[in-house]
């Protein structure tokens, strides 16, 4: 008898984690972050990004664990998934990256890869690969080269690099540099011939590709 995977629901588990959050922080905290992000959405840098039906610029970037990955080689090997995500230290980052890893054998199965990237150092990016024990390629885009051929890069302002300090989370150690730089989290799902079948992002930082319809993507397109 095959066994089913359950598919994690991201959407429950962040508004779960956002409940929690919301329960213990301070609620000029909350007002500061809805404002920022309120203003980070009106400035229209979403629309910037890879669209549907583009094609996806090519990358040569260390992995995690070490060695170089291609997106030609993995192209080479069929479809491929390829998930920009802030950092280590974000929490919404870290339920996606867990999730993702759960389905990895239903990615798999499509005949698809899957390649995570942020702007964090190696040594980080390594951590983040340890403590979530993930077996997809984790890769380091330092200094956001990559993530600015997508279209995904903006400066933090100064009220959410305030922020980022008082959480306890300096840019410039994660990512080796002084730009306070991220990008805003995208998944692009790519067919064989590198363009763009799916793209989801947004501004808004707690928002994910769900994985089911991360799946059902590749399954529409399987064997093209």
């Known amino acids: 008898m095959a066994i089913t995977t359950e598919i994690p629901n991201l959407k429950s588990l962040i508004a779960e984690f956002m409940e929690k959050?919301?329960?213990?922080?301070?609620?000029?905290?909350?007002?500061?972050?809805?404002?920022?992000?309120?203003?980070?959405?009106?400035?229209?840098?979403?629309?910037?990004?890879?669209?549907?039906?583009?094609?996806?610029?090519?990358?040569s970037l260390p992995e995690a664990r070490g060695g170089v990955i291609t997106l030609a080689a993995e192209l080479a090997k069929g479809p491929v998934v390829v998930t920009f995500y802030r950092g280590g230290w974000c929490p919404f980052c870290d339920l996606q990256l867990r999730a993702y890893?759960?389905?990895?054998?239903?990615?798999?199965?499509?005949?698809?890869?899957?390649?995570?990237?942020?702007p964090q150092t190696p040594d980080y990016a390594l951590s983040d690969t340890e403590k979530k024990a993930l077996t997809f390629p984790v890769l380091s885009d330092v200094h956001q080269v990559v993530a600015r051929q997508y279209g995904l890069v903006f400066k933090l302002s100064p009220a959410l690099?305030?922020?980022q300090v008082q959480f306890g989370n300096p840019m410039p150690k994660f990512n080796g540099d002084d730009s306070w730089e991220l990008p805003m989290p995208g998944t692009f799902v790519l067919d064989k011939n590198g363009v763009v079948q799916l793209a989801h992002v947004d501004t808004d930082y707690t928002r994910r590709l769900e994985p089911s319809a991360l799946l059902d993507a590749l399954r529409a397109f399987r064997g093209q």
């Open 21 to 59: 959050m919301a329960a213990h922080a301070p609620p000029e905290l909350l007002q500061t972050l809805g404002t920022e992000l309120g203003t980070l959405a009106a400035s229209g840098i979403a629309h910037r990004a890879l669209p549907v039906g583009g094609r996806a610029p090519g990358f």
């Open 101 to 118: 890893q759960s389905i990895l054998s239903e990615i798999h199965g499509l005949g698809a890869q899957l390649i995570a990237i942020s």
């Open 161 to 163: 690099q305030a922020l």
